[in-house]
């Protein structure tokens, strides 16, 4: 466990002060270094790096599958391309608050789809 220090790195053989500034500075860089460490490593596990690779899998499975917008369930929708889950189901609770959708131009009123979301799923999606 680490203790705080209130000195970084004081030298006691020597007695200029020019080398232990550089020794401290030195201590610092080092700290900072695992610091950054300890950051990526937070930020990798956070990213979790296999759902991203099983999603864009699934997605590339589905690209000779047409689902129909009507009648998907929420793991149909949620292989499309830059969809997830939160995504699926608001698109699930528009469509039932609507009677369906009559166009596919539609998706692009559900909240968190816009045109550019709309234009990469275009192609895996039907009424």
């Known amino acids: 466990m680490w203790k705080p220090v209130r000195t970084l790195f004081v030298n006691k053989t020597t007695s200029s002060s020019s080398e232990t500034l550089s020794q401290a500075k030195l201590g610092r860089a080092v700290l900072s270094f695992f610091l950054v460490l300890a950051l990526m490593v937070y930020?990798?596990?956070?990213?979790?790096?296999?759902?991203?690779?099983?999603?864009?899998?699934?997605?590339?499975?589905?690209?000779?599958?047409?689902?129909?917008?009507?009648?998907?369930?929420?793991?149909?929708?949620?292989?499309?391309?830059?969809?997830?889950?939160?995504?699926?189901?608001?698109?699930?609770?528009?469509?039932?608050?609507?009677?369906?959708?009559?166009?596919?131009?539609?998706?692009?009123?559900v909240k968190g789809i816009g045109h550019k979301k709309f234009i990469a799923m275009q192609k895996y999606i039907t009424i």
């Open 43 to 109: 930020v990798s596990r956070k990213f979790d790096a296999n759902r991203y690779l099983l999603k864009t899998f699934r997605s590339q499975k589905t690209q000779n599958i047409l689902i129909n917008i009507n009648s998907a369930t929420v793991q149909e929708l949620d292989n499309l391309p830059q969809i997830g889950r939160k995504t699926a189901e608001k698109i699930i609770s528009y469509r039932l608050e609507h009677n369906g959708f009559r166009d596919l131009r539609e998706l692009e009123c």
